[in-house]
């Protein structure tokens, strides 16, 4: 074991003159300026806008849908003619959205980018592809989708979009 060499006062007398004259530098109050970030204000403002549209999702509304037969809705005031258009496959999807493997809150941040990203870009089809598993994301969907109120209407897809595993929705672009 090795010891530490003490500090003499001969030592100390050295380092005095070594440093006389100098003054103490006082701390500035100035914040260094924050670096940039990599994001374009663009993709900023676009993962806000997710955000806000994640934020209609809430786990404890449960609104008022049919558990008989294939999952559909429809807000009120939209023509259940639309519901039955897209149970026919009349309506395509320009966009779809996998969800298979995701926790529910990953799951619920995609949503609200999905459906942000076709309200931006005027899409009014999405398929949106919960999987079957467990249940989870099958049973939370439908949930979410009902409480956002640019979702004019879903029904579970037909086989050529997913079937039981995807719903078509359909999206209000009108006023955009």
Not at 94 to 115: F, N, P, S
Not at 120 to 127: I, L, P, W
Not at 141 to 165: K, R, S, T
């Amino acid at each position: 074991m090795s010891k530490k060499p003490s500090i003499t006062e001969e030592d100390f007398a050295l380092f005095r003159d070594a440093v006389k004259g100098a003054k103490k530098l006082e701390q500035d109050t100035i914040n260094p300026p924050q670096r940039q970030t990599s994001k374009p204000r663009k993709q900023q403002r676009f993962e806000q806008q997710s955000r806000d549209h994640a934020f209609y999702f809430s786990d404890e509304f449960e609104p008022l849908l049919s558990e008989s037969g294939p999952m559909q809705y429809a807000r009120q005031g939209v023509s259940k003619y639309e519901v039955k258009r897209l149970r026919r496959g009349v309506y395509v999807p320009d966009i779809y959205l996998d969800l298979h493997g995701m926790t529910q809150m990953e799951a619920k941040r995609e949503l609200g980018a999905m459906l942000a990203a076709c309200v931006k870009d005027g899409v009014q089809c999405a398929s949106v592809m919960h999987g079957i598993g467990k249940g989870i994301l099958k049973e939370k969907i439908p949930l979410w989708l009902a409480q956002h109120p640019d979702v004019l209407a879903f029904h579970q897809a037909p086989l050529e979009f997913g079937g039981n595993g995807a719903l078509l929705v359909l999206i209000d672009v009108s006023d955009r």
